[in-house]
């Protein structure tokens, strides 16, 4: 391996780190990550596989010249093998190996020759996903080239992670101000003060378990001295 083409890649993974640490929105930072990881690899394409441990499985956020969203079990195909054994898989003929998915290539219309492909794991070794490139366009994966894939998607594996737990923090904070506007549109359903009728007492009060609810109440009087009494209750939200 040419000492200068080890000095580049490691210049260029620097620069990459530096661009995965400053970016903070999650689609920005894959699309990021696929772009970077593909020129880097010298590949065709690139594909990054999220885990989504809700349905155990694993789906592509962003594959490149594609928008149709892919979903894959865990344990199925190459990402799925990756993502549950933590292993690097290297592979020079995709169809002679029995683990790849052939399915993807027909969804997509694209022909998969070479294959390296990574898990995405945090300093816990929690996995948060699969990086996959396709197709070396100047023969196949090799040793080194697992090595600095790996590298890379060990700094990826950390700035994803970081970008989830952002937005799920936004994500938590909108619900909070939406369910806060939920509250004040319900109380202000709820009567101000309460009639005043000779010889009864009349109080009302209402208090949710949670944030807001569903529940609804008010005071009619009528012309002939009656009293009219609304009651609503909302099951479940």
Not at 88 to 109: C, L, S, W
Not at 183 to 194: N, R, S, T, W, Y
Not at 210 to 221: K, N, Q, S, V
Request: aromatic share 8%; proline share 4%; hydrophobic share 40%.
């Amino acid at each position: 391996m040419d000492i200068e083409k080890k000095v580049q890649d490691l210049t260029n993974l620097l620069e990459i780190t530096k661009a995965l640490t400053a970016e903070k929105d999650l689609d920005s930072l894959l699309t990021l990550i696929i772009d970077k990881t593909t020129a880097v690899m010298n590949a065709e394409r690139s594909s990054l596989f999220l885990v989504d441990y809700k349905t155990n499985e694993l789906w592509s956020k962003i594959a490149q010249q594609e928008t149709k969203e892919i979903r894959v079990p865990m344990g199925v195909g190459i990402v799925g093998f990756v993502a549950n054994t933590k292993e690097i898989v290297n592979i020079e003929d995709a169809y002679k190996d029995p683990r790849f998915n052939k399915e993807i290539d027909k969804i997509t219309g694209y022909h998969t020759k070479t294959i390296l492909c990574v898990p995405l794991l945090t300093h816990e070794g929690k996995v948060v996903g699969v990086l996959q490139v396709i197709n070396k366009k100047d023969g196949v994966f090799s040793p080194y080239d697992e090595s600095l894939l790996m590298a890379f998607a060990n700094h990826a594996a950390i700035s994803i992670d970081n970008a989830q737990l952002i937005e799920h923090y936004l994500e938590k904070e909108k619900m909070k101000q939406c369910l806060k506007i939920a509250k004040d549109i319900q109380e202000g359903f709820l009567p101000k003060e309460v009639p005043q009728i000779p010889g009864l007492d009349i109080h009302g009060w209402g208090l949710s378990c949670e944030e807001t609810g569903g529940d609804y109440y008010d005071f009619i009087p009528f012309p002939d001295g009656k009293l009219g009494l609304v009651i609503g209750d909302v099951a479940g939200h």
